[in-house]
């Protein structure tokens, strides 16, 4: 009885993982030019995340849906990848539920503890980026000034990192 609840509960797992894992943003493969590969109805979203400053660390990419209410809020995420930095430009492929509004976002975790780092005063200690050029050192954008429409697959967007 126990060993049937066991490999139930593995089956389970292993279908919950896989389900994760074929909606997770994978990283571009440097030899295309950070071009997402092109195949099936997946809609894919080639990003480009310039101006970072150093190969130190990683750059998290996150993609948030088209509920304005859900911009930079904690646990909202419909998912983000996390790429190695490297000076200068850093490529991203990003795998989409649907052509629809998004926003996107990207910071470079110099530190490596897996967050945004802000300063006492609350202000980006860690270089940033916001969809459609919109970050600020002074104020949170926007969703509406952050969204961008993404019609089908094969799209491609630049981030420009700025720094404190």
């Known amino acids: 009885m126990v060993a049937k609840k066991l490999?139930?509960?593995v089956d389970i797992s292993a279908v919950l993982v896989l389900a994760a894992l074929?909606?997770?943003p994978v990283a571009a493969n440097p030899a295309t030019g950070g071009r997402?590969?092109?195949g099936g109805d997946a809609i894919t979203l080639s990003v480009d995340v310039e101006g970072v400053r150093s190969a130190k660390g990683t750059v998290t990419i996150s993609i948030y849906g088209?509920?304005?209410e859900d911009f930079l809020a904690k646990g909202k995420k419909l998912g983000k990848v996390r790429l190695p930095a490297e000076s200068g430009?850093?490529?991203g492929c990003l795998s989409l539920p649907h052509p629809g509004v998004y926003a996107f976002t990207a910071y470079h975790d110099e530190n490596e503890d897996r967050r945004f780092?802000?300063?006492f005063l609350?202000?980006?200690s860690e270089g940033f980026a916001v969809s459609n050029g919109n970050a600020s050192l002074l104020g949170i954008p926007s969703f509406r000034e952050s969204a961008v429409t993404i019609n089908g697959s094969n799209a491609r967007i630049t981030l420009m990192?700025?720094?404190p």
């Open 36 to 38: 997402c590969p092109a």
């Open 22 to 24: 074929s909606a997770a």
């Open 7 to 9: 490999t139930r509960w």
């Open 161 to 163: 990192m700025q720094y």
């Open 122 to 124: 609350g202000l980006p």
């Open 117 to 119: 780092s802000r300063n």
């Open 66 to 68: 088209d509920r304005p």
């Open 89 to 91: 430009t850093v490529h």
